[in-house]
């Protein structure tokens, strides 16, 4: 699902390099799960019985919630300085 990749590269491209060591463990197993139960959580459609991946998800969101606002999410997407470039 491109959703979930733009969010799990979002994560790492703003969050890893300083993550600590429990988020970036929790980061690890959800990239373990199926694609259609890490879409479930994300969504809040679910609740994970892990802990650690409960206390995660709220974090592995706000990062991406608070690029949504500034970022596209998609490369190219209309009104993004990559679109916005021409060829001189």
Do not use: K, Q
């Amino acid at each position: 699902m491109r959703e979930l990749d733009v969010l799990l590269e979002r994560y790492l491209a703003v969050a890893w390099p300083t993550a600590p060591a429990d988020h970036r463990a929790a980061f690890a197993a959800l990239l373990e799960l199926p694609d259609p139960e890490l879409a479930m959580l994300c969504l809040g459609r679910t609740v994970s019985p892990d802990p650690g991946l409960r206390d995660f998800l709220p974090i592995l969101l706000s990062v991406s919630g608070e690029l949504s606002a500034t970022a596209p999410v998609y490369p190219g997407e209309v009104g993004s300085p990559r679109h916005l470039e021409r060829d001189p």
